[in-house]
């Protein structure tokens, strides 16, 4: 059974930071690359981040880049989200995709 667990969303005020995980089981975790998406209320889901299977590439959105970090541990089956700097906008819900698999996501609100 595929699972995509998400955890360490929450509250906080803009400037701040989190960190968000996503703990995956069955399948091979290392094989793929791993995707953060997001979706902010009332709009459409949007891509933010991947990581390489290897962990050596990444790529960001423009909207994320530079304030955002995305990085695995292949040994763990975890895949991260460092969010820094965090503004108003960034409040969504955040999923951890990979290969055709969602997570059920957790919420960040950005408030103060």
């Known amino acids: 059974q595929v699972q995509l667990v998400e955890s360490g969303g929450g509250l906080v005020q803009p400037g701040g930071s989190l960190r968000l995980s996503c703990v995956v089981s069955g399948f091979a975790f290392s094989s793929y690359p791993m995707y953060w998406y997001r979706q902010p209320p009332g709009k459409e889901r949007e891509w933010v981040a991947v990581i390489s299977s290897g962990g050596s590439a990444t790529n960001y959105a423009d909207s994320v880049k530079g304030r955002f970090a995305i990085s695995r541990d292949n040994a763990k089956r975890t895949v991260y989200l460092q969010m820094n700097s965090l503004k108003p906008e960034d409040t969504a819900v955040y999923y951890c995709?990979?290969?055709?698999?969602w997570g059920q996501g957790t919420q960040v609100t950005v408030s103060s």
């Open positions: 995709y990979a290969s055709q698999y």
